[in-house]
């Protein structure tokens, strides 16, 4: 959290219901032209499709060679079962799509 000392000795308060998002996703990173202050609900949304980009392909490829359930998609990815029928759920309306 040493990110946020950082941000407060360059680049004032935080407001509340604001994070410090990392532009170089290295969250280690405390370089303040690497950081900017957004609100959190943008910060979980961008954080969270960056960080599940890869597992979640994988996951579709694994998905469509077994067609597992969100039980097993969650337990393989380290998911939560939510975010594994979600997935699902989205890759069945895409295929719905296509045909």
């Not at 900017?36 to 996951?59: D, F, M, V």
């Not at 694994?62 to 939510?82: P, Q």
Request: hydrophobic share 30%.
């Amino acid at each position: 959290m040493f990110h946020r000392t950082i941000w407060r000795l360059h680049g004032g308060d935080i407001p509340e219901g604001y994070e410090i998002n990392h532009l170089c996703s290295n969250r280690a990173c405390c370089n303040i032209n690497h950081l900017e202050c957004i609100p959190r609900g943008q910060h979980l949304e961008e954080t969270n499709k960056a960080r599940y980009a890869i597992r979640k392909s994988a996951a579709r490829a694994y998905w469509e060679e077994t067609n597992c359930t969100g039980t097993a998609l969650a337990e393989r990815y380290e998911v939560s079962f939510s975010i594994g029928c979600r997935w699902i759920r989205e890759w069945k309306a895409d295929k719905q799509k296509e045909t």
